[in-house]
């Protein structure tokens, strides 16, 4: 997600494709990419599992992009872990270069992906709140919003693909800007993403106000919860993937380019798989009841009776603005 240069001597060996990386260094590096990324698998496909599994988020649409949300990000952390796996066998990586960059620019592809799942959500908890848009059937224009940014995302692809444009250099990914067009796709994912989150937190307070505004007759302590769930979620998010995303792009200007530097920075990536998640699971019970039973921790007949209490109590007049 940036555009660093910098190379690394790699090991080459005419013995085997799997000889190890003589940098030791990258070795724990590497170790530690594909560990990290691992272990939201078992945090992940439950979570995906629990939303899809349940009918009243089922047929949610908030929920069905938080499940896109989710989704995204374990599809990253698969390439995470392959990122740990190339770094230590850097002679099998060089051998198939072309596929490496590939699943690079995919893993960058569903980075920039979030963003627009992000700002779709935000827009249709708007219509939820101020419009009375149902939230559990499809608008045009929520279908309109949908398919600009899955055609965006797509044609981003298709050109990182065709053009490979994107490669692991050492131990970090970056644009490789001897390539067409990437002087142009480097500062339009910044400016993309950024915007993208300016209008999530902005969508964020604008619904929390207008809870407190006209819906203070039915607080109670479950709606109280919900709301600062919500304010959490987005404060959480926004603030950590706006780090990221500034750290990123400004690297080469305010650090030293050293291997802890650019390990740290590609660690701040792979943690944002985990985020989105933990937040979702800690901040909305009924996500974390339901989670809970897909793990075995709480029976289903427990979370019949507790789990969906915050949401159905919200939601009867605002519908899912519950994250």
Known sequence: TTTLVWMYPMSVSNHSIFEINENHEHVII??????VSFLVFPVCLPLIYALHDRKELNENISYK???????????QSVIHFLTGIFIIFPTFTKRI???????????N???VASFVVIAVLALIRLGVTFFR?????WALWMKILLFCGSLYIFLIWIIG?????????????SYDMTVVYNDILSPLE???CSSSLVLSFTSYILILGSIYKKKRKFQNSFSVRAEIGILTQATVLTTYMTTTLVLWHNAEDWFKMTDITLALLNGLWILVTHLNALVLIATNRTVRNQFLSMIGK???REISKIGGSPTVLVNKKISSVVS
Do not use: E
């Open 30 to 35: 590497g170790l530690i990419y594909s560990i």
């Open 65 to 75: 992009l938080i499940n896109i949300l989710n989704i995204c990000d374990f599809l």
């Open 97 to 107: 270069d072309p596929i490496v960059r590939i699943l690079g620019w995919t893993l």
């Open 109 to 111: 592809t569903l980075w």
């Open 133 to 137: 848009t149902k939230s559990n059937k």
């Open 161 to 173: 693909c065709i053009t490979l444009n994107f490669q692991l250099v050492g131990i970090t990914w």
């Open 190 to 192: 910044l400016y993309f």
């Open 298 to 300: 709480k029976s289903n």
